[in-house]
């Protein structure tokens, strides 16, 4: 895919996730254009509010666009710092993710990881779906998560084998 294509679906895919959350929660913009029965959320990035995502993860930042991450339906921004490392975990909800800048990591347990640059996509089930994720440790990672559910993170004992995992 050229350059430009994957700026393009990136672009596309944050402008419809922003419409989409119209109707599923309240926005956290600072300022709505209306223009007859039509309108616009507009949030600069300079508007942004950064919070730490996790006290155990320092330095992972989350600002919400839309929803409230703690609380449920959500989409909004999250950065990692370069050479960040989440040991294997899994998450309750499903998460739909865009890479807009650095090299995402993403490691399915088992099975090799998968290195994910600008303009990269990813789905990730909620549940049982046991993955490490980490940033490339050349730059700091950006992307875009959105979710139908809460974030959470449940951190996997590795010393533990799965059914003992679940006792």
């Known amino acids: 895919m050229r350059p430009r294509n994957v700026l393009a679906f990136a672009v596309s ?7 989409l959350a119209q109707a599923s929660g309240e926005p956290k913009a600072k300022s709505v254009l209306k223009a007859g029965a039509a309108k616009a959320v507009i ?3 300079s ?8 006290p155990n993860a320092p330095g992972v930042k989350n600002a919400d666009v839309w929803g409230d991450h703690t609380k449920g339906a959500f989409g909004g921004f999250t ?15 499903a998460m739909k993710i865009v890479v807009i800048s650095g090299t995402f990591i993403h490691g399915p347990e088992g ?21 490490t994720t980490s940033c490339d440790k050349a730059s700091e990672c950006l992307f875009f998560i959105q979710s139908n559910g809460k974030f959470d993170i449940k951190p996997v004992d590795a010393a533990k084998p799965a ?3 679940k006792k």
């Open 13 to 19: 895919f944050l402008l419809t996730a922003a419409v």
């Open 43 to 45: 949030v600069p990035s």
């Open 47 to 54: 508007d942004l509010k950064w919070t730490d995502l996790d």
């Open 79 to 93: 950065k990692f710092p370069a050479g960040f490392v989440a040991p294997l975990h899994t998450h309750t909800n």
């Open 111 to 131: 099975k090799p990881e998968v290195r994910l640059g600008p303009g990269s996509y990813l789905m990730q089930s909620g549940g049982n779906y046991r993955h």
């Open 163 to 165: 059914a003992a995992a």
